[in-house]
């Protein structure tokens, strides 16, 4: 990248460290589910991981970076691991080395049930990796294949026993319920099979069927038989009842955590943040200024290579914009937002911009508003899309 084709960097202003974000685009196979940016392949190309590195190389002698103390690293995907241990090691050992992070980071690898052996997790381990995110989703043979889950149930139980064996003691579960054929029962059989396994942090999506996918075409096909909407609010309330009673508090409207375990990388997004993301479709945003890189791995990996920018978008956020940003990701956390820190950062205030909106949401029993202070009551949480549509 010239000097001439670099992003122009808006000056921070008191904000929090930054996370860093890796992306991996690639798994063994594509879920019925899955939206993401991630490619179905057997061998993952090494030529990836070279331009990745290249980007890594740019971004860590940049001044924006330089001035900057990161908390927290992420390796998400698609499915890292499938890389191997050693490799991903290796990578976070180059971002450690190459950026400025404070003493005790956060550094997660998400990882599937059947993509990660016992040596791969030594190896993340020894290379400093502190958070394992397993996607687990149910614990039902049945549906694991409905879904286009490759791995088993005793598969996901092995990996889970293989990382507590390797030395995690911060693992993440991820889950997801509203599934097709799903039952209250069933849904209710996953929770108790993870919390089974005493997880530090739980993440419990509810099912949306995204265009694109192998679901969406079943729906549009009228193949495709989900949970009624009762039954699905009755899932959404059985997991919060059955994660408290494990010692894990809610603290995002899908996450929940054992005091110390909640997610500091997610938590800086929601709290509108600044993170740098590398890899193929990864999201910046420095200081308010938005990238986005390009999604295929093949373009993003040739740009890169050659040097050159692998920006699909660039975007500079007004300041009202950020601001309802702040508001919409800052109420997705149960502590919700604080109307001072709002000011500092925007000089402006929930009750001043939005006025009558928030006096009917109020009205209404879907947000609570204190002196300095506004979050979703547990209704608003059970309505949270449709709240945060009204501020958008
Ligand atoms: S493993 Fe994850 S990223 Fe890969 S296809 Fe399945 S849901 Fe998508």
Redesign the pocket.
């Known amino acids: 990248m010239t000097a001439a084709s670099r992003p122009p960097i808006v000056p921070a202003s008191g904000e929090e460290p930054p996370g860093l974000y890796l992306h991996i685009p690639f ?1 063994r ?3 019925a ?2 939206s ?1 940016n ?1 490619y ?1 392949c057997r061998q993952p190309p090494g030529h990836y991981l070279t331009a990745l590195e290249k980007q890594l190389d740019f971004w860590s002698a940049h001044p924006w970076c330089r001035e900057r103390t990161f908390a927290t690293l992420f390796l998400g ?3 890292p691991t499938i890389y191997g241990g050693r490799v991903l090691a290796a990578l976070v050992g180059k971002c450690l080395s190459a950026f400025n992070f404070c003493e005790k980071p956060e550094i997660t690898v998400e990882a ?1 049930p059947n993509a990660v052996t016992e040596q791969d997790l030594g190896e993340l381990r020894q290379g400093g990796v502190n958070r394992l995110s397993l ?1 687990v989703q149910a614990f039902s043979d049945p549906l694991l294949a409905a879904i ?2 490759t791995h088993t149930v005793a598969e996901a139980g092995a990996a889970i026993r293989a990382a507590r064996r390797a030395g995690f003691a911060n693992l993440n579960l991820d889950l997801i319920y509203g599934l097709p054929g799903q039952t209250l029962c069933d849904w209710q059989r996953t929770l108790d099979a993870a919390l089974g396994f005493s997880p530090e942090h739980l993440a419990c999506y509810e099912l949306t069927i995204e265009e694109g996918t192998a679901f969406a075409r079943e729906l549009a096909a009228e193949a495709l038989a989900l949970p009624g909407e009762e039954e699905v609010v009755a899932m959404a309330a059985a997991t919060g009842e059955a994660a408290a009673r494990a010692g894990l508090a809610r603290y995002e409207i899908s996450n929940y955590a054992r005091p110390g375990f909640a997610c500091r990388h997610n938590c800086n997004y929601w709290q509108n943040g600044s993170y740098l993301g590398l890899g193929a479709g990864a999201a910046s945003c420095l200081s308010g200024l938005r990238l986005k890189n390009l999604a295929a791995p093949a373009r993003y990996s040739s740009l890169a290579l050659a040097g050159l920018p692998p920006f699909a978008e660039a975007e500079c956020l007004p300041l009202a914009a950020r601001f309802r940003e702040s508001v919409i990701m800052g109420l997705r956390l149960t502590a919700g937002l604080s109307f001072s820190c709002l000011r500092k950062r925007f000089g402006l205030t929930p009750p001043g911009y939005y006025g009558k909106i928030l006096l009917e949401l109020r009205a209404q029993g879907l947000i609570a508003v204190g002196r300095d202070s506004m979050r979703l009551t547990d209704k608003g949480l059970c309505l949270a899309n449709q709240v945060l549509a009204r501020l958008v």
């Open positions: 798994c196979s594509k879920c589910y899955c993401f991630s179905p995907g698609g499915t599937n996607g286009g889950r």
